[in-house]
């Protein structure tokens, strides 16, 4: 469980990162469809591993208004290579995770039961083409969103 302040930081720091305008992430449940307004991906290095992982995001909401609802996955880095491949979270390095507002200025984050991520991913250009699938379990009852986006970033 994540107080209201670290939600709040956590949050701006997605935010004052720099983002390319056009970036898609959206999500389903049923035919529902969400567009995320925010999105970006990144490469990033651990803190504490000093290991580099591709990391993309979409979330809705803000902390002031506690409706905070972003889902991620992030994969290792390798090289420079494109990648064309398909990941899950039983047989590969995935990471999938959910964070969400709790109603009362807190939020949590939850890791995938499951999780499918299908991805062409250019390190060269930035840009990532993707879905996946994922099974979260929030407060007892199953979630199955299908995501999907279409992510570019900004090459340093």
């Known amino acids: 469980?994540?107080?209201n302040q670290s939600v709040r930081n956590t949050i701006?720091?997605?935010?004052h990162k720099e983002r390319v305008s056009?970036?898609?992430f959206y999500w389903f449940f049923d035919d529902q469809r969400i567009d995320a307004p925010n999105s970006l991906i990144e490469l990033s290095e651990s803190p504490t591993t000093g290991k580099l992982t591709w990391d993309m995001y979409g979330w809705t909401g803000t902390p002031e208004e506690a409706d905070i609802s972003l889902y991620s996955v992030a994969i290792a880095y390798i090289d420079e290579n494109?990648?064309?491949?398909?990941?899950?979270?039983r047989e590969s390095n995935l990471d999938c995770s959910h964070m969400y507002s709790t109603g009362d200025g807190e939020?949590?984050?939850?890791d995938a039961?499951?999780?499918t991520l299908t991805?062409?991913?250019?390190?060269?250009?930035?840009?990532?083409?993707?879905?996946?699938d994922a099974t979260f379990i929030?407060?007892?009852?199953?979630?199955?969103p299908k995501v999907k986006f279409h992510l570019k970033r900004i090459v340093p």
């Open 1 to 3: 469980l994540m107080d």
């Open 12 to 15: 701006e720091n997605f935010q």
């Open 107 to 110: 939020a949590t984050f939850i």
């Open 22 to 24: 056009g970036n898609k």
């Open 113 to 115: 039961e499951d999780a």
């Open 82 to 89: 494109p990648i064309d491949a398909v990941y899950t979270t």
């Open 138 to 144: 929030k407060n007892g009852s199953t979630l199955r």
């Open 119 to 132: 991805l062409k991913l250019d390190p060269v250009s930035g840009i990532a083409i993707g879905n996946f």
